[in-house]
């Protein structure tokens, strides 16, 4: 279940696949650090296709996205002043096929520049790994015991725009709003035991200018969240995406019901209080396995010093997820208490480095700083390696069916009492609470208990998948009349542009709640038992207006016009 849009692959195996040691059939795409091109090579190793030229040097990740767009992280924005270095970057781009320019923000300024990783998101969007200065007074003030500038991490999803350089941040967590610290009850976010609080970081567990360094991020859209790889704490974090920007600020909200702070943390039980081993020694690259791949599911991360003395080992582990949590016992360490399956390089990367699992079972393993990459099948035998000049942070495979073929747009789910009904596709498969239904495969769906469904659905080549929003669905007991509330709600002006407004006739009742969805699927506005929305932050364009009560549920659509 990865679900960073860069690993969504075929999921039709045909016998081409069917044997475990062969290659995996597809191109590979690399970009050595600091130049100006990318590659894809075949599985002969030969160059097929080259990106020359490109605006700004290569920065740490290159992805594709479907239909050949390549998006990078490109550098070019100058570094703020005290920032720390690294694989600064600054600017988010993608280039098509041909190699033109269609997209180039800039994710800088005097107190922030992105860094390491992004995440070419299924809708368009991309997701940025941001240092930003958090003074030494303020710093102070939180309880760190050291009175220094920190430039700690946050997370934004930047929509693209309608011009080369516009963009626009629709999503943003930081992690300095889910710290803590045991040092001074007087002053802010104080718990006596750490261990109390895995949700936090502790601000004083190896405070530093370049606290946590983020290093990688990846997305799951059929969970909502994203997870992320710490450098310096070595560890692995998992965090609600389904939030709003409000409610990842804050300790509540979301599927998970926790806001922004931490669902699942692994790999130094030490950076939270508990005993335990530390797994991870320097970490990069952390994310899912995607469906349609072996051990779909897992969360896998490049483990720079994994073995002794220096080897580094690609680890995966089997996280303890149950529905949008997961289980913890209070006052431990997360399970599990080390890996689950290893796969040891026998050479050594002492900074950067990745890997992809692939859907016939295979591996490709990128050891980035020694500039080589290769693939090896299922029972660890190497099917190929390629050494390039320079250090290459990270590789990816992509099959032809991927790269020459558009993305279907996003699906749509609509809902009433009774039944969920998905947009038109070639095939669906629904899902529960971030587990798959079986059998769930048709248009529709009769919901029979409460919770978040998501449907995914792909195109008429069943190249890539694509999933909907989540959409949450109450189930209501037995006895309460229903209504058509198609008929007797209405959601007015149409077009609107500054307050939205629902006129029920008494319909709804007392308890029922609102969400609005763009035209991608998106949740950009949620509301309870209010009959007007203050819509004037939302773009114009069309929208779904989904109302949910225990009379039912209905979606009307509106478009805002300013």
């Known amino acids: 279940m990865n679900y960073k849009l860069k690993l969504i692959f075929s999921f039709i195996l045909s016998a081409n696949f069917a044997a475990f040691a062969q290659q995996y059939n597809g191109w590979t795409l690399t970009s050595v650090m600091g130049s100006s091109t990318a590659t894809l090579i075949d599985t002969n190793q030969a160059t097929v296709k080259t990106w020359s030229g490109l605006t700004g040097a290569s920065g740490y990740s290159s992805y594709l996205m479907p239909g050949g767009i390549l998006v990078r992280g490109a550098k070019g924005a100058p570094l703020p002043a005290g920032a720390p270095g690294g694989p600064t970057h600054g600017q988010l781009q993608k280039h098509d096929y041909s190699g033109t320019l269609i997209w180039n923000y800039k994710a800088a300024g005097a107190d922030y520049i992105a860094h390491h990783d992004i995440c070419p998101m299924p809708n368009g969007n991309v997701l940025a790994i941001v240092y930003h200065k958090v003074p030494a007074a303020q710093v102070t003030a939180a309880g760190g015991n050291n009175a220094i500038d920190m430039w700690p991490d946050k997370i934004i999803?930047?929509?693209?725009?309608?011009?080369?350089?516009?963009?626009?941040?629709?999503?943003?967590?930081?992690?300095?709003?889910?710290?803590?610290?045991?040092?001074?009850?007087?002053?802010?976010?104080?718990?006596?035991?750490?261990?109390?609080?895995?949700?936090?970081?502790?601000?004083?567990?190896?405070?530093?200018?370049?606290?946590?360094?983020?290093n990688g991020v990846d997305y799951n859209p059929i969970l909502d969240q994203i997870v992320v790889s710490s450098h310096n704490l070595n560890e692995w974090y998992v965090i609600d995406h389904s939030t709003t920007t409000a409610e990842a600020a804050s300790h509540s909200g979301g599927n998970s019901g926790k806001g922004g702070d931490f669902l699942y943390r692994w790999g130094n039980p030490a950076a939270y209080g508990a005993a335990?081993?530390?797994?991870?020694?320097?970490?990069?690259?952390?994310?899912?396995?995607?469906?349609?791949?072996?051990?779909?599911?897992?969360?896998?991360?490049?483990?720079?010093?994994?073995q002794a003395p220096s080897t580094s080992t690609v680890d995966q582990i089997i996280p303890p997820i149950n529905g949008y949590n997961y289980n913890y016992t209070a006052g431990q360490a997360y399970s599990p208490a080390t890996y689950d399956s290893r796969h040891v390089t026998n050479l050594y990367s002492s900074n950067m480095g990745n890997s992809q699992q692939l859907p016939n079972g295979n591996q490709l393993v990128c050891v980035a700083t020694t500039g080589k990459v290769y693939e090896i099948d299922a029972n660890g035998n190497q099917l190929w390696i390629k050494t390039f000049q320079g250090s290459v942070p990270q590789a990816f495979k992509y099959d032809s069916c991927y790269i020459f073929n558009a993305a279907p747009a996003i699906p749509t789910v609509t809902g009433n009492a009774t039944t969920l009904t998905a947009s038109t596709?070639?095939?669906?498969?629904?899902?529960?609470?971030?587990?798959?239904?079986?059998?769930?495969?048709?248009?529709?769906?009769?919901?029979?208990?409460?919770?978040?469904?998501?449907?995914?659905?792909?195109?008429?080549?069943?190249?890539?998948?694509?999933?909907?929003?989540?959409?949450?669905?109450?189930?209501?007991?037995?006895?309460?009349?229903?209504?058509?509330?198609?008929?007797?709600?209405?959601?007015y002006p149409n077009p609107a542009y500054d307050i939205l407004k629902i006129e029920d006739n008494n319909q709804l009742g007392n308890q029922f709640t609102t969400q609005i969805t763009d035209y991608m699927g998106n949740i950009v506005y949620k509301s309870a038992n209010t009959k007007e929305m203050d819509v004037r932050s939302l773009s114009n364009g069309l929208y779904l207006v989904q109302i949910f009560s225990k009379n039912g549920n209905v979606t009307k659509k509106i478009s805002i016009v300013k």
């Not at 011009?163 to 626009?168: E, L, Q």
């Not at 930081?174 to 035991?193: C, F, G, L, S, T």
């Not at 020694?281 to 994310?287: L, M, R, S």
């Not at 239904?437 to 449907?455: C, E, F, K, L, R």
Request: charge should be negative; aromatic fraction near 12%; hydrophobic fraction near 40%.
């Open 157 to 214: 999803e930047v929509q693209p725009g309608a011009n080369v350089i516009d963009g626009t941040i629709v999503w943003e967590w930081r992690i300095w709003d889910h710290i803590m610290q045991n040092v001074d009850a007087a002053k802010p976010n104080y718990y006596a035991n750490v261990i109390d609080h895995p949700e936090l970081l502790n601000i004083n567990y190896k405070q530093a200018k370049d606290w946590i360094h983020m």
């Open 276 to 306: 335990g081993t530390a797994i991870l020694n320097v970490t990069h690259d952390a994310h899912w396995i995607p469906e349609g791949c072996p051990n779909a599911g897992r969360l896998v991360g490049f483990n720079n010093k994994g």
């Open 425 to 491: 596709a070639a095939t669906y498969q629904w899902y529960l609470n971030g587990v798959l239904i079986p059998g769930a495969t048709s248009m529709t769906y009769n919901p029979t208990v409460s919770g978040i469904y998501v449907v995914r659905i792909t195109d008429a080549k069943g190249c890539i998948y694509q999933y909907s929003a989540g959409y949450k669905f109450t189930k209501w007991a037995a006895g309460i009349a229903t209504v058509n509330l198609s008929e007797n709600v209405t959601v």
